[in-house]
């Protein structure tokens, strides 16, 4: 199984906390948002976002990836994804929190520098 970024990822996070949380926002109090860098097979860092959330005392992320052409969300544990994808920093948003950064910001992240600056459009890539 091949899965495939979406080049979205910071748009992607921050749908996906809102559709977890107006979907059961009882069972996810522990929800974060999740900004980190990542360390790319070629050895350069990264910017990249993701969901977290605890159950039965351990901790899942949720992603979207591209698998056979169609966007998908994935759940996994925690300490997996880290290591799959070489996490080397990380910065964790409630939902109160993200919302009030997405409002201040105009925009769904990267919002602290050092991360934005590990992005596409850092790059001026498209």
């Known amino acids: 199984m091949m899965l495939?970024?979406?080049?979205?990822?910071?748009?992607?996070?921050?749908?996906?906390l809102g559709e977890m949380f107006t979907a059961s926002h009882n069972d996810y109090a522990d929800l974060r948002l999740v900004h980190g860098l990542?360390?790319?097979?070629?050895?350069?860092?990264?910017?990249?976002?993701?969901?977290e959330f605890e159950?039965?005392?351990?901790?899942?992320?949720v992603f979207v990836a591209i698998l056979n052409g169609e966007r998908q969300h994935f759940v996994g544990e925690r300490a997996e994804y880290y290591d799959e994808i070489r996490v080397v920093e990380t910065t964790r948003y409630t939902v109160e929190q993200a919302a009030l950064e997405?409002?201040?910001?105009?925009?769904?992240?990267?919002?602290?520098?050092?991360?934005?600056?590990?992005t596409r459009d850092a790059k001026g890539a498209r």
């Open 4 to 16: 495939l970024p979406t080049h979205t990822c910071f748009d992607d996070a921050i749908e996906t």
């Open 55 to 61: 159950k039965n005392d351990k901790t899942y992320v």
């Open 38 to 51: 990542v360390r790319l097979p070629d050895g350069k860092l990264s910017a990249h976002a993701w969901c």
């Open 102 to 118: 997405n409002r201040r910001s105009g925009n769904y992240g990267p919002w602290l520098p050092r991360y934005r600056a590990r």
